[in-house]
């Protein structure tokens, strides 16, 4: 699969996001996905106002998370989001490094899809809305 | 104060919740006041569904929290949730005690206002609606 | 796949779980998962202390969910945890249901594996501790 | 109370920590001035790894937050925790302002004491390192 276009963060582990074993609780690297994915997603400009005023809400049906190695206190995170799939639906992959070692941590992916506020129904292939702006995204400037 | 109004719910302490102490994170805490706090409002009737419903919400303005003895996996909590105030604010109370031991581990408050949902205004006295269901509940059956 | 073993756990959805669409942020879903395998883990006796105990730690290395219905506000779920593997790993599945209706709203599952707290290396067989465990409550007395 | 010492942490709002009103969850803050007190504690240079070190826990006993005003998505916030008690106890207060028009919106504080890991015991005084450390810090060159 091509990466169509990348967007990253930098997040340093809190205390509060640790477990008794002294790494990141599993359930918080969602956390982290959203962050890097909010950055994709300006980038389209299409973040969650857009997709509101756009008419279309886009829950998420799928998660899948690889952890390959533990993340612990303080340590330097760089979670990377790159969009997979945007034509029927919204498909993110991300993968956390260590921002000083480059050591690539977890890996892992979210879809999403949307749903028309008026009717709640599914839309079986992504606004053009969205179309259009992840296609104006990717032939512009490069980043 | 008389405590007006009383309504408790039981909650088992997960591995989540846990910090590298190996007791609960004092961030969540405010979880477990919540489920507590949803049980009195149930009571009354006025709960975020009605409050809704009325045209008003409630943030919460104020929260105070005394961590006594420490939370541990496991263990089997019961939270207590009083009403103190209703007239003008929601002030609610709240007591954590070991289920078994009935040991009292935290206390804290929680105090709420109305904000008119039309105008965005603070009201500075309850909504009759809270006010009424609230005096109804008191002089109701005993609980 | 055969289920081996089920334990199940109801809650109750706070408010506090919900983000901007009334739905549960999808993040929150793994705390429901943990406290449902923790059912599963106590029916077995190898919980989080027996699994300290014995020199183990287990780390989750995967996490599948697949969102299939959204949960809402003082919906009553029941999560149930199934073992589906535990000979070199610990692969447990997740059902979660509307507790009235009984209808299906998400799937998911688990994965983890043995570390020898004293090594800080892969087992890559289960300790015999936890298979003599669960083919012990496997042959037990029916749940 | 004269502020011995301030260090600050600029967050940006995700989706995640919201709640169906459009706001933060009031139960989040404490997040945010979790990352605004390790900065602190850095700046001390006995932040969570030092305690361990000098064999002290810092459980919070005491917590309480205003919340003046919401806090939005995508709003860039900067938290401000300023030490205000070190001899006897750790006292921290936090003000979270709005990082571009500079409008308060919360205050807060947390008090945490030391205990002893080896009896179990509450110190009654800070224990000479953290005194030491934060006296160097104060006399130290201007932040």
Same mark, same amino acid.
């Given at each position: ?25 599993? !359930? ?24 509101? /005023? @756009? !008419? ?36 993110? !992959? ?23 506020? @008026?009717?709640?129904?599914? /839309? ?20």
């Amino acid at each position: 699969m091509i990466p169509l276009l990348t967007a990253s963060q930098v997040i340093v582990i809190q205390f509060n996001d640790l477990d008794p074993m002294n790494v990141v609780w599993h !359930g918080n690297y969602l956390r982290y996905f959203e962050a890097a994915r909010s950055e994709l997603l300006n980038k389209v400009n299409y973040n969650y106002g857009e997709m509101q /005023e @756009s !008419g279309y809400m886009w829950p998420i049906v799928d998660v899948h998370i690889k952890y390959i190695r533990p993340l612990r206190l303080h340590q330097r995170i760089r979670i990377e989001a790159t969009l997979l799939e945007y034509e029927n639906r919204l498909k993110i !992959g991300y993968k956390i490094y260590d921002d000083q070692t480059n050591q690539l941590l977890t890996k892992g992916s979210t879809t999403q899809v949307a749903i028309n506020q @008026s009717t709640s129904e599914l /839309e079986f292939r992504s606004p053009p809305l969205l179309i259009e702006r992840v296609e104006g995204t990717i032939q512009g400037p490069i980043q």
